[in-house]
């Protein structure tokens, strides 16, 4: 009696991806990190709207709008403010 049949199995019927895909994470893509404000608990991807969010909040109070001066009671209000009003 034989114990192998002869035929040896090879990985031939495996389908390769038709598109080449570099080893790396997906989760993890470089330049993706994110920009968190601690006053308003907001993220931001972008390091340009991060940095022009973070020009908004005052040295002294942080919910006083550095452009205007306006004094807001909180993170929501401070965020309704400069998304509502234009400093331009
Ligand atoms: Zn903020
Ligand atoms: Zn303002």
Do not use: W
């Not at 205007?68 to 209000?77: F, I, L, N, P, R």
């Amino acid at each position: 009696p034989s114990l192998h049949p002869g035929a040896t199995p090879e990985p031939k019927s495996v389908v390769r991806s038709p598109l080449p895909s570099p080893p790396t994470s997906p989760a993890s893509a470089p330049g993706k990190e994110e920009y968190n404000c601690s006053y308003c608990d907001i993220a931001f991807r972008d390091i340009v709207m991060y940095t022009m969010h973070m020009g908004y909040h005052g040295y002294q109070d942080p919910f006083q709008c550095n452009m205007c001066g306006q004094q807001t009671t909180d993170k929501v209000a401070f965020f309704l403010h400069i998304a509502r009003s234009s400093h331009s």
